[in-house]
């Protein structure tokens, strides 16, 4: 899967994400929806979605920046005394 296929599904499956929230909260709301309902919908969709991505974002960069220092050699190693 190329790279731009990738990020088209990613965009698709958030954008259904989202959509799906949106309509769960209207849902859960009493049915005549005034303006003020659509309004807390989408904030509460936009809310969930953000920590969401600050979630993935932080483990992402968290599990990358420990994913290669167990392969690694240390830096500076200790010199050995020969007597």
Same mark, same amino acid.
């Given at each position: ?8 599904? @990613?965009?698709?499956?958030? *954008?259904? =994400? ?5 309509? +769960?909260? %209207?849902?859960? #709301? ?9 309004? @807390?919908?989408?904030?509460? *969709?936009? =809310? ?5 991505? +600050?979630? %993935?974002?932080? #483990? ?14 240390? *830096? ?8």
């Amino acid at each position: 899967m190329t790279g731009g296929t990738r990020n088209a599904i @990613l965009l698709a499956g958030g *954008a259904l =994400a989202f959509a799906g929230l949106v309509e +769960l909260a %209207l849902g859960i #709301l009493p049915a005549p929806h005034q303006p003020f309902h659509y309004l @807390l919908a989408g904030t509460l *969709a936009t =809310a969930v979605t953000l920590a969401t991505l +600050l979630t %993935l974002t932080s #483990l992402r960069r968290a599990i990358g920046k420990n994913a290669g220092a167990a392969g690694r050699r240390p *830096a500076l190693r200790a010199k050995s005394s020969r007597l």
